[in-house]
Structure formats: C-alpha cells, structure tokens
C-alpha cells in the first residue's frame, strides 16, 4: 500500500454551517483527473466515494458538513466510505468499519465512533479496542463478534490495500467522483490563495456539486427532482 499521508486541515467549523461558494472549481486545481479512472459500481447515480479513517482528525471534523451534503444530494449519488487500513492488513479501526456495514450500522454508528477515539486520542491498536466500543456504544457484542468473523467481512479486509492501490489515493479525507475524479478540502485550500482552512471545507461542497453535474452531463444522467 502507499504511504498515507493525512491532509493537514484544521477543520474547525460548525456542523450546521452551509459550504461556501467560491468560482467555478478548475481541473488541476480544485480536483484532478485520476490518471487511471476505475469503473464506478453505480449506473444510474453518481458515484462518490470517501476514503477516511475512523481516527483521522480531518475526516472527523468533516463528517457533519459531509453527511449534509450526501442528504442534500438524495437520489443523484451512490455514496460510500472505503476505510484506509492504516496499521496493515489487520488494521482494527478498518475491520470495525466494515463489521459496522455489514451489519447495516454504520450510517448510525460511523461517528460515534470518530468521537469515542478523537476523546481517546489515540487510533485502536487491536481488536479488543474496536470491542470495548461496540459494548459501549450498545451493540451487541456477540453479533458484532460474528460479524467481524464473517467470511464476507473478512474477504473485504483481505481487499482493502487492493482498493486503495486501485485509486491512487494516499490521503484522508479524499473524495473520488465517477472513479475519474478527486478532490479533497485541501485541493481547495491549496487552489485559491489566501483562503483559509476552514473556507476550504465549506467550500469542497461547491466543488463536489460541480462534479457530480459535470458527471451527469458527460453521462447522460438525469438530475433526481
């Protein structure tokens, strides 16, 4: 896997705060065009996937704006999350993550399980840490047990440096359009000069919008009412 390398964003905004609305987002800028595009598993939406860590600091400030904007998007995108196994093949945080949504929790559960690690300060080390958690977060630990055992969970962990080789993606929190583009808060930041941290993550929505559109157009997709 390549070495992951978090964004440096102090993303210190309010959840209920709107993106902003900067020019026109620009190739090369705001996003790139992945060298190598990868065929997206949706047909009739677009697709957008976020790749992130249940530790990553960035992607847990994001969340809130983020979320927002998937509800706001509705029925033109296909929205997933596919978690960096930051400490190898093994890596906890990304076992509990796709143990989560094999059991249908993780729309629910994915953030408070930001929370309960960002108060620790510090990712999970092994699995009892992703265990302790779930008991504390009221699942029942059995099933999460069995779940995280499960030969569909645990053939997905034996893919995930597979899938993170597949896009080119070495930072979080990453966003990847149609499987041909990428931005990112700090593509945004880093394209318009003088613009502080925290404009640049309100702004990734404009951005997001623009592409999900120009998708839609370059595919024929039509816009969901």
């Keep these: 896997m390549r070495p992951l390398r978090i964004a440096l964003l102090a993303l210190g905004f309010a959840a209920s705060a709107a993106f902003a609305s900067p020019a026109e987002p620009k190739l090369g800028a705001e996003y790139i065009q992945l060298a190598s595009p990868v065929a997206p598993a949706a047909d009739k939406k677009v697709e957008v996937i976020e790749f992130f860590m249940l530790h990553c600091p960035h992607c847990y400030m994001l969340n809130p704006d983020l979320e927002a904007w998937v509800k706001k998007q509705g029925a033109n995108i296909e929205f997933k999350r596919i978690h960096f196994p930051y400490t190898g093949p093994n890596d906890p945080e990304a076992h509990a993550y796709l143990t989560l949504e094999a059991m249908g929790l993780a729309e629910t559960h994915t953030y408070s399980a930001m929370q309960a690690i960002a108060k ?11 265990f302790n958690w779930a008991a504390s977060a009221g ?17 997905k962990m034996k893919r995930l440096n597979g899938l993170v080789e597949k896009y080119k993606v070495d930072s979080a929190p990453n966003l990847v359009i149609d499987g041909r583009y990428m931005t990112s808060p700090g593509a945004v930041m880093n394209a318009n000069a003088g613009m502080s941290e925290q404009a640049a993550v309100k702004a990734l929505g404009q951005t997001l919008d623009f592409l999900v559109a120009k998708v839609q157009k370059e595919k024929g997709i039509k816009p969901a009412k």
């Design 120 to 130: 620790l300060r510090r990712y999970w080390t092994k699995d009892e840490d992703a």
């Design 139 to 155: 699942i029942d630990l059995n099933k999460f047990k069995e779940y995280w055992n499960s030969f569909g969970v645990q053939s």
